[in-house]
């Protein structure tokens, strides 16, 4: 497999929107996805085998912190560090605009990928009590510092 993280282009947004819905209860949809991508504010990365988009990262920033809204990866292409790749990229792609912290919120029952942001560095800052509905549950707020 020969994996390249790049920008996300119209393109991709059927099959950032298929990946969206088989990952999540509460999908966001093409169009909104379409949107985000004319957003001056968002960066939205996807993980390539050539043309198969693998996994992808989204993310809204406000002077120098950002915030990570959506990241999923391919049920096949799981545990092969995708997502890894996928915040680090986005963290340099942030860290080049000024951006100096990352905030996301997570399931608490995400064990998996609070596992990946705690071994990249995010510490949990705080909870937002009943934040994921399908199942209602807390999330957890994480943070990192991007050091410049």
Not at 24 to 42: G, V
Not at 93 to 116: F, Q
Request: glycine share 4%.
């Amino acid at each position: 497999m020969n994996i390249n993280v790049v920008p996300m282009t119209q393109d991709d947004v059927p099959q950032v929107a298929a990946l969206e819905a088989a990952c999540f209860s509460d999908p966001w949809s093409e169009q909104i996805l379409s949107n985000e991508l004319q957003n001056e504010l968002s960066l939205w990365l996807v993980a390539k085998d050539s043309d198969t988009v693998l996994g992808y990262v989204g993310s809204q920033s406000v002077l120098d912190e950002a915030d990570m809204m959506n990241l999923a990866v391919r049920e096949t292409a799981r545990r092969q560090g995708i997502a890894r790749q996928l915040v680090l990229a986005l963290c340099r792609r942030l860290r080049e605009k000024g951006v100096v912290s990352l905030t996301l919120e997570v399931r608490d029952s995400n064990e998996p990928a609070i596992r990946l942001y705690t071994s990249l560095g995010f510490a949990q800052v705080g909870r937002r009590p009943n934040y994921y509905f399908h199942p209602k549950e807390d999330a957890r707020i994480l943070r990192k510092e991007i050091p410049t």
